[in-house]
């Protein structure tokens, strides 16, 4: 499997834009990167996924460059609400099937 | 996207005592869902693979007679706490997807165990 680093916590301000970054150097070609948000007392919400260059859709992108080893999540414009913990997961890991596996994850404190 | 649900949100139960956790597929069909428990502070730590017809796959370190995991059918996996302690006490939380590399997640289930 794939490991991921990730900062363990960053602050931010309303109504700026926040990039969050992922290391995950051994990623397998067959690999997908995948991003979740997770509210206190919730069960993680899907945001986005990608396998290279950009992905963007409705709430965030995500930037993957050329050698996929390490991918950006993107969120413009926070508010307070977007006060949670975003985790990085990759898979499937090639040659078998996926189990996702998650890190530390990444604590995003928005400031009034 | 799709939608997974748990049943009972929230439960308090006395120690020794079995509790149920029901995670349902309300619009997709899977044949494979996980189990998750997460402890305050912490990230999600996966318990088990629950496979529709066949015996769950569990963690090292996972009790499999203490965790009971049951997929009868491609909507629904249970989770059985058997002779719950107070160290079980966490959030529980089960997830499924159209596909393995994107997972949608249940709600979770807070248990508390007196």
């Known amino acids: 499997l794939a490991k991921t680093t990730q900062p363990i916590s960053m602050d931010s301000y309303e109504g700026q834009e926040v990039n969050i970054t992922c290391s995950h150097n051994?990623?397998?070609?067959?690999?997908?990167i995948t991003w979740y948000q997770q509210f206190p007392s919730q069960g993680p919400r899907f945001i986005i996924q990608g396998y290279k260059t950009k992905v963007t859709n409705e709430v965030a992108s995500l930037f993957i460059p050329a050698d996929r080893k390490s991918s950006t999540l993107s969120l413009p414009r926070v508010s307070l609400s977007d006060t949670a913990v975003y985790y990085c997961?990759?898979?499937?890991?090639?040659?078998?099937?996926?189990?996702?596996?998650f890190g530390r994850g990444t604590s995003l404190i928005v400031h009034p | 996207g799709a939608v997974v649900s748990q049943h009972p949100s929230r439960v308090i139960c006395k120690s020794g005592t079995s509790v149920k956790i029901e995670c349902r597929s309300l619009d997709f069909q899977a044949t494979t869902m996980f189990w998750y428990r997460q402890f305050p502070k912490q990230s999600l730590m996966l318990m088990a693979t629950?496979?529709?017809?066949?015996?769950?796959?569990?963690e090292q370190g996972v009790e499999k007679d203490k965790f009971l995991i049951n997929h009868a059918s491609l909507t629904l996996s249970t989770l059985t706490v058997t002779s719950a302690h107070p160290e079980d006490s966490s959030f529980y939380i089960c997830?499924?997807?159209?596909?393995?590399?994107?997972?949608?997640f249940g709600p979770g289930t807070r248990l508390l165990v007196l």
């Open positions: 997830s499924g997807g159209l596909n393995q590399e994107t997972q949608y």
């Open positions: 629950s496979n529709e017809g066949s015996k769950a796959t569990y």
């Open positions: 997961l990759v898979g499937p890991a090639s040659g078998g099937s996926y189990i996702p596996t």
């Open positions: 051994n990623i397998a070609t067959n690999d997908y």
